[in-house]
């Protein structure tokens, strides 16, 4: 039965990515990478809709597409504790995000740097 239900769940975190179109769905398919190979201790799972990471059980970063915009970004949960220009509240009082543009480069060394801030919250 627990199998069934992470077989579910993986085949609901495709189908997500998968019905983006493209840029985003690459975009969002190589942040996932990112994110994934961050460090061994993360997993994937799915919250409130959304593709969350966590870091043994805590949460710690979501993926998801702007619902004005469409743009791809990468949701800190401690994002009150990261300090980085390119974060943005957004009236959040906890959280931060960080928008990446699908037509353009990832900034993949920024994106690591920021995941191991939030990931060295939950390391101490």
């Known amino acids: 039965m627990i199998l069934q239900v992470e077989l579910n769940m993986l085949e609901e975190l495709e189908n997500y990515f998968q019905s983006k179109e493209e840029p985003n769905r690459s975009c969002l398919f190589a942040l996932r990478d990112i994110i994934l190979g961050i460090d061994e ?10 593709p969350c990471y966590c ?9 998801w597409t702007d619902k004005k915009t469409d743009v791809p970004y990468i949701l800190f949960v401690e994002g009150k504790s990261l300090d980085h ?15 990446v543009n699908p037509n353009k480069d990832i900034e993949i060394g920024l994106i690591r740097m920021l995941l191991n801030q939030a990931l060295d919250l939950y390391r101490k």
Do not use: D, H, P, W
């Not at 993360?42 to 959304?50: D, I, L």
């Not at 220009?85 to 928008?99: T, V």
């Open 85 to 99: 220009s390119q974060l943005e509240s957004g009236g959040r009082a906890r959280m931060k995000i960080l928008s």
């Open 41 to 50: 201790n993360v997993s994937e799972t799915r919250k409130y809709g959304m």
């Open 55 to 63: 870091y043994g059980k805590k949460m710690f970063a979501y993926l």
